[in-house]
């Protein structure tokens, strides 16, 4: 059974960082992507980034652009979410989630099969 589980999220003030965590188990397909997207309340599910597991090739949104960096660890299966200089716009729940590597856009929420129970950021201004 594949198994998400973020933790990271928090409270910061404007200009400040965090870092999230992506622990990932039961994955029994190869290859896959990771993504972190967010949602904040009445707004739809926003992409903030992709991982290609095999490859490490990332993908980010371009409100997070210069300001976001993914990264991993194979030996933990874990991934990360380096968040710098935060806005009070980037408050939201964070999720990640995991994906087969196929044709669909890895920015939509929809081409994901499996998500965490997701982190709250909250960036004071």
């Known amino acids: 059974q594949v198994h998400l589980v973020e933790s990271g999220g928090g409270l910061v003030q404007a200009g400040g960082s965090l870092r999230l965590s992506c622990a990932v188990s039961?994955?029994?397909?190869?290859?896959?992507?990771l993504g972190w997207f967010r949602q904040a309340p009445a707004k739809e599910r926003e992409f903030v980034s992709r991982l290609s597991w095999m490859s490490g090739a990332t993908t980010y949104g371009d409100p997070v652009k210069g300001r976001f960096t993914v990264s991993r660890d194979s030996a933990k299966n874990e991934m990360y979410l380096q968040m710098n200089s935060l806005k009070p716009e980037d408050t939201a729940v964070y999720y990640c989630?995991?994906?087969?590597?196929?044709?669909?856009?890895?920015?939509?929420?929809?081409?994901?099969?499996?998500w965490g129970q997701g982190t709250q950021v909250t960036v004071s201004s």
């Open positions: 989630g995991v994906r087969r590597v196929a044709g669909a856009d890895p920015r939509v929420s929809s081409s994901y099969e499996h």
């Open positions: 039961g994955l029994t397909f190869t290859p896959y992507d």
